[in-house]
């Protein structure tokens, strides 16, 4: 989660103005891995589930796997 916060951080040393622009690049690419990372795991987890389709024998279950894979983390 902590890696998810530096977007936070990245817009500020963006405009500071003793800034590395190498490191910046680097946090920048460094997030957009992570997010391409969890986009795909989330993709993963919603094909498996789609699969299982537990709500056509279970009235109760509810689809909230967003949700419940960041409550993971």
Excluded: G
């Excluded at 963006?14 to 946090?27: H, S, V």
């Amino acid at each position: 989660m902590r890696r998810l916060l530096a977007r936070d951080y990245i817009s500020i040393y963006q405009e500071d103005a003793t800034r590395d622009d190498a490191i910046l690049e680097l946090a920048k690419l460094d997030f957009n891995l992570l997010q391409s990372l969890h986009h795909e795991e989330l993709e993963n987890i919603t094909k498996w589930w789609k699969d299982l389709a537990p709500s056509k024998n279970l009235n109760f279950a509810r689809d909230r796997l967003v949700e419940c894979y960041f409550w993971i983390m």
